[in-house]
Nanobody, 125 residues
Framework: QVQLVESGGGLVQAGGSLRLSCAASGGTFSSYAMGWFRQAPGKEREFVAVISWSGGSTYYADSVKGRFTISRDNAKNTVYLQMNSLKPEDTAEYYC??????????????????WGQGTQVTVSS
């Protein structure tokens, strides 16, 4: 059983930055990929970014590429999402997720086995 707890969300003006954290417990953190997803009101959950177990591979949604950076610290069992140049359309609940089964990194929500409770990010214009 893996537990994931996100933090770092909040209210920020457009153009600002936030760093989200996701602390994991249970399982072997350094053996599985971690992803970030988001869901805005009335919309489906969408992929944001993923990082491989080693941190050597990352992949981003086109909408955040060049503005967001995913990273991980396996010694601290934590994955991060640095978000810069935030836009109002980035407003959403952000979730981290753990993929214990897929051999490669995935942007498909059903590939993920465990999810955090989410942290709200609101970007004002």
């Amino acid at each position: 059983q893996v537990q994931l707890v996100e933090s770092g969300g909040g209210l920020v003006q457009a153009g600002g930055s936030l760093r989200l954290s996701c602390a994991a417990s249970g399982g072997t953190f350094s053996s599985y990929a971690m992803g970030w997803f988001r869901q805005a009101p009335g919309k489906e959950r969408e992929f944001v970014a993923v990082i491989s177990w080693s941190g050597g591979s990352t992949y981003y949604a086109d909408s955040v590429k060049g503005r967001f950076t995913i990273s991980r610290d396996n010694a601290k069992n934590t994955v991060y999402l640095q978000m810069n140049s935030l836009k109002p359309e980035d407003t959403a609940e952000y979730y981290c997720a753990a993929d214990l089964r897929t051999a490669d990194i995935s942007d498909y929500p059903l590939a993920y086995d465990y999810w955090g409770q989410g942290t709200q990010v609101t970007v004002s214009s």
